[in-house]
């Protein structure tokens, strides 16, 4: 967190967990895979502090206003994490390996969003809901984490959040409900 991924090194892990070179290695097979390894379990931790507390129903407005309460309330402490989110994403041609390793559990962090959101077990969930409606909620993670790292002082709060969403939904539903008027009518 204190180097990011690109500048820590091998030697930077050594010196800080006590341990020799070639466990890395041993271990983990490379630097990558092991800073790839406790990015996975460091954003497990900050999912697990800001879920615990949510309130309202199951995919209600309330329930996506409690959840983004909960990431925000910790933007903080999570702005170092937030920003080697952005070198990961940013950095693909120079970390093909860490972002190879992080794409492929990216699957598990859209369930995770809908189970918060919606309360369904991840393991109910269809291949199709996970691309799409998990898809939908990682693009607003990133978006308000971009938001944040750039200008906390003007980011969204969880309440502009998700009164956007309301707005948002409700021009869907009125479009939705004057294309049916109009079908009914011809």
Do not use: C
Not at 38 to 53: F, K, M, R, S, V
Not at 151 to 162: G, K, N, R, V
């Amino acid at each position: 967190m204190e180097k990011g991924f690109v500048r820590t090194t091998a030697r930077d892990i050594v010196n800080a967990s006590g341990t020799n070179l070639a466990s890395i290695g041993y271990h983990y097979g490379s630097k990558d895979a092991l800073l790839t390894q406790a990015y996975i379990e460091l954003i497990q931790q900050w999912g697990d502090t800001w879920t615990a507390d949510r309130v309202g129903e199951d995919g209600s407005l309330e329930r996506f206003r409690s959840v983004w309460e909960g990431i925000v309330s910790g933007h903080e402490q999570s702005g170092p994490l937030w920003a080697a989110s952005m070198e990961v994403a940013l950095g693909g041609e120079r970390l093909p390996q860490l972002r190879q390793l992080l794409a492929a559990s990216q699957g598990e962090g859209r369930k995770g969003m809908i189970a918060l959101m919606t309360g369904r077990p991840e393991e109910e969930l269809t291949d199709r809901e996970v691309r799409t409606l998990g898809a939908f909620y990682q693009a607003l993670l990133n978006g308000l984490m971009i938001q944040w790292i750039f200008d906390p002082e003007s980011a969204a709060t969880a309440e502009e959040f998700t009164e956007g969403m309301r707005m948002a939904a409700e021009g869907i539903f009125r479009a939705a409900g004057a294309r049916a008027k109009g079908d009914d009518d011809a």
